[in-house]
């Protein structure tokens, strides 16, 4: 009995482990010492430039962002003036910067996935036309790219009396892109509801389609009826409402065009020249993606009697994903960070409005302050949203 009890004895001493030689409680241990250091080197960066500033007699505030600006933009999506506030100038930097970003994204996605597909065409000069158009684009600087576009191509347009246009409803010329502009009347937000409520039951219906076609085999022309519904739904509505969406057109008038929407030269140029170079690295994401993907599952699929135009869009864009989204997430995001190259050709995104603010106001440390929260906030929504995209279409192995 005395053997038994000094035995229990003992295999509760062996239990007991000190907290140095437990590896949960020594990487704990560890893990909340480097967050203490890096907290008090944070602290310490940031109490050091406060006191530096203070010392200088400019104390850190944002009471700047008040004051009227002084200067104007060329290009603005929301109306300023040389009285409005700092911080109406610093937004619309801002929303020319998403403005540009998001056409761009859209530019280089559309023209990426095709000059990708291309490249791995059987035809010999699509091929190789596809392949020198990544080459040309990926191994010359972007900065150049832009001011070829900006000072060779958008000024050697035809003048504005010899526009060149598009059903005589869109005009280009050396001055910029002339689009119609949309003019909204009493109604006009049914149709915008119209509109969401036809993206919604295409969401649906494209769920309720693979449902279906994974419990039967039947396939349900989905992408055609969504179509249907994202153009008819919206424009029924407005033919209801007796048209409350007018467009206002551009019409040349004297040594100019009056009315629609103008797009200035320096927008043109970036957006063509950093979409153009997005689409060349794109190219090459499709490409990887599409190669990745085991040549034994085209081969099956043609087997079994499908298209090649349905053996790419069923079988290999569905298994490429998973390997294509991880980059693309990089990629948009390089979009929003290379447009900071904008100011080298005129155009006035958030870069180049706070280098202005900076300049007239001398609060350097605000004003970059802003403009990394900035681009921090945009990167880390892009990076959400992908992410969130990349599980859902991430093949699940059961």
């Known amino acids: 009995m005395t053997a038994d009890v000094q035995g229990s004895k003992d295999a509760s001493t062996a239990t007991v482990t000190p907290w140095w030689r437990d590896e949960r409680k020594r990487g704990i241990a560890s893990q909340a010492l480097v967050g203490l250091v890096l907290v008090g080197f944070v602290w310490f960066m940031a109490s050091n430039m406060l006191a530096n500033q203070e010392r200088l007699g400019v104390p850190m505030s944002f009471r700047f962002l008040d004051s009227p600006a002084g200067f104007q933009l060329s290009f603005a999506t929301i109306s ?14 801002a929303l020319n910067t998403l403005f540009a970003s998001a056409i761009t994204a859209v530019l280089a996605t559309v023209l990426g996935v095709i000059i990708g597909i ?18 040309l684009l990926r191994n010359t600087p972007l900065l150049l790219q832009l001011v070829f576009w900006y000072a060779s191509v958008v000024a050697a347009l035809p003048a504005v009396k010899s526009s060149l246009s598009l059903f005589n409803v869109i005009f280009l010329n050396k001055k910029g ?45 989905a992408i055609s009826v969504s179509i249907l519904l994202l153009l008819g739904l919206p424009a029924l509505t407005s033919l209801a409402l007796g048209n409350p969406v007018e467009w206002d057109i551009p019409v040349l008038g004297g040594f100019n065009f009056s009315g629609g929407l103008a797009f200035q030269p320096e927008v043109v140029a970036l957006i ?19 190669i990745a993907v085991s040549h034994g599952q085209t081969e099956a ?37 290379n447009s900071t190259l904008a100011g080298f050709i005129g155009y006035p995104d958030l870069f180049s409005v706070i280098g202005t603010s900076q300049n007239q106001t001398g609060r350097a440390v605000e004003c970059i302050t802003i403009l990394m929260l900035f681009y921090l906030a945009v990167s880390l929504v892009i990076s959400t949203v992908l992410n969130w995209y990349n599980k859902r279409v991430a093949l699940v192995e059961r």
């Open 80 to 93: 300023v003036t040389l009285d409005s506030p700092i911080s109406r100038i610093l937004l619309v930097g």
């Open 118 to 135: 291309s490249r791995l065409s059987t035809n010999f000069l699509i091929s190789r036309l596809a392949g020198a158009y990544i080459e």
């Open 177 to 221: 892109l002339y689009v119609p502009d949309p003019v909204f009347q009493p109604g006009a937000g049914l149709v915008l509801v119209a509109f969401i409520v036809a993206v919604v039951a295409s969401v649906v219906l494209r769920r309720w389609a693979s449902q279906r076609q994974a419990a039967t085999g039947e396939r349900f022309p």
């Open 272 to 290: 063509v020249g950093l979409g153009l170079n997005s689409s060349a690295f794109i190219a090459e994401i499709i490409r990887g993606g599409i």
């Open 301 to 337: 699929a043609l087997a079994l009697g499908l298209k090649p135009r349905w053996t790419l869009r069923l079988v290999v864009i569905p298994q490429a994903q998973r390997i294509i989204i991880p980059p693309m997430v990089s990629q948009y995001l390089n979009v929003v960070k």
